[in-house]
């Protein structure tokens, strides 16, 4: 009996996948290129130092200085004539090393197998090999370990340029919007009022510390180790460490077993996941920024870019989230340079695979968040007018901290404010709750706020009091210079003031048939 047709279609999507998977995968590009996150997250400059041409180039350049540092030394047998011609004639291609590889299943010993064709190519019959100098008393993890940290120095530089430009952006930004005022939001509610600029100052100044925590990492990242099996030089001379390392602008490692300490590449990638976490961190509050019912600032849009598929409408912060995605890789992968730390005796393995994997994987994306990070905040588009509307949507109830100080140096204790515990409530509402307030004795009477006043209602009330004859007083600080005639400012002691001389003293005191003394709670209407 024949498959449904449905059930054929699905075997050949699986097929297709298997297909683009084989030549993509979730960690190598192509073999041989080299390993690292897909190329949809590399950028060119990143990817070409974690590429296998730059690191067997590395490789070749590390054994070609050991021929040149022994026939320096004099020791070994190796003259300069022959170390000038290793230099000229070493070369290999990658595809012989994975050709090799296949059979030795070694890859150090596949390079130099391949190095060796080429240095002895043109030798002359007769002529004893040059290339039996080549890897002369080193071990693989002294060719392995010094071209890593080479590396490691190749790309946190280009991180380095990554967190100097993003941090000059948000410095430039900072200035930009340095009296552009918005509500400070804690735990997601409005606070207090802020600027703008003090976001992206806050951000520059995390950049600031990203860019010493990578500097120290790249120092501590910055050694090399030509020290022979178990790392006793009893193979080697530790002038050819000192000469490699100081070509290649390493220090040598003052001790190291056959491996370079990986407490090393954990603290690079210890920098590298708390960098990770600034630009999350940032990315974070784009995306907040960004939602509908706050919108102060959202990330570019560019021009014939779709949003959804079925709600045209859309403009999703899909950068700033793909930034947060992303970050979870780079912290991730913290935990495996960690545990790269523990290793067996003198050395095992068992980091090898891993940190391949990890240490290209974090370089490659965190550099990709940069770039997407300059892009974002450099083109952030902002809406002051909407700032200024979400400053005032809870009608000055942000200011609550300044009334809490007036009260406390009218002589009435922090406590009393806390607690409520010596105050009697004269008037509330649903929306601000209590906003009136006397003393037990009702010698003091405290305004709070009056959320539902704009800013003109205050204006109306006056001249509705004054039109009936009432003894009311002019708004201190309400219009300019106290002239009515003039519009009247937005300012909180106007409202208090007014709210004293008119609220209170119109409805409590001439219009309220009870002591005050005796008020227990006096419902607003």
Request: overall charge negative.
């Amino acid at each position: 009996r024949s498959p449904p047709p449905w059930l054929l279609g699905a075997f050949r999507e699986i097929r297709r996948a298997a297909v683009r998977l084989r030549y993509a995968g979730c960690h190598q590009v192509r073999r041989g290129k080299g390993t690292g996150v897909i190329n949809r997250y590399t950028r060119p400059a990143m990817g070409a130092i974690w590429e296998l041409e730059n690191k067997f180039n590395i490789w070749k350049e590390i054994e070609v200085l050991a021929c040149e540092a022994q026939a320096e030394l004099g020791k070994s047998g190796i003259t300069k004539e022959e170390a000038a011609w290793i230099r000229a004639h070493a070369d290999f291609t990658v595809e012989r090393i994975d050709e090799i590889e296949k059979v030795t299943n070694h890859d150090v010993i596949a390079f130099t197998t391949n190095m060796a064709e080429y240095i002895d190519a043109d030798v002359p019959e007769g002529t004893e090999p040059p290339s039996r100098w080549v890897h002369y008393g080193m071990t693989s993890s002294d060719l392995g370990d010094t071209a890593l940290s080479y590396q490691i120095t190749q790309a946190i530089d280009i991180i380095l340029e990554d967190i100097k430009q993003l941090g000059e952006t948000c410095k430039r930004r900072a200035f930009e919007f340095q009296e552009t005022l918005c509500v400070g939001r804690t735990h997601g509610i409005h606070a207090e009022p802020m600027t703008f600029g003090m976001k992206f100052g806050s951000w520059a100044w995390a950049l600031k510390r990203a860019q010493t925590r990578m500097e120290e990492a790249r120092k501590v990242a910055a050694t090399g180790a030509i020290s022979g099996a178990v790392g006793t030089y009893s193979s080697i001379d530790p002038f050819v460490e000192q000469y490699v390392c100081e070509h290649l602008g390493l220090s040598p490692d003052p001790l190291s077993t056959q491996v370079l300490a990986r407490d090393r590449h954990a603290q690079v990638m210890a920098g590298l996941a708390v960098t990770a976490s600034t630009l999350e961190s940032i990315a974070m509050q784009v995306r907040l920024l960004q939602q509908s019912d706050v919108i102060e600032a959202e990330e570019p849009f560019a021009k014939g870019q779709k949003g959804s598929s079925a709600m045209p409408h859309k403009r999703n912060p899909i950068t700033a989230e793909r930034v947060c995605g992303l970050a979870r890789t780079v912290k991730s992968n913290a935990q495996v340079a960690f545990d790269n730390v523990a290793l067996w005796y003198e050395r095992d393995i068992s980091h090898s695979g891993a940190e391949r994997v990890a240490l290209a994987d974090s370089f490659i994306a965190l550099d990709y968040m940069f770039g997407k990070m300059q892009w974002m905040l450099d083109g952030l588009q902002t809406y002051p007018a909407k700032m200024e509307h979400n400053l005032w949507r809870t009608k000055g109830l942000i200011f609550s901290s300044k009334v809490l100080l007036a009260l406390v140096d009218t002589g009435i204790s922090r406590e009393d404010v806390d607690n409520c515990k010596a105050l009697r409530i004269l008037a509330e509402s649903d929306a601000a709750g209590p906003f009136l307030m006397s003393t037990e004795n009702g010698r003091q009477i405290f305004v709070t706020g009056h959320p539902e006043y704009d800013k003109y209602t205050l204006d109306s009330e006056y001249r509705r009091d004054v039109d009936k004859g009432l003894p009311i007083h002019v708004p201190v600080n309400y219009y300019p210079d106290d002239d009515p005639t003039k519009p009247p400012l937005f300012r909180w002691r106007a409202h208090a003031h007014l709210l004293y001389e008119n609220w209170l003293n119109y409805y409590v005191y001439q219009n309220t048939p009870y002591d005050l003394g005796e008020i227990q709670r006096v419902k607003h209407e």
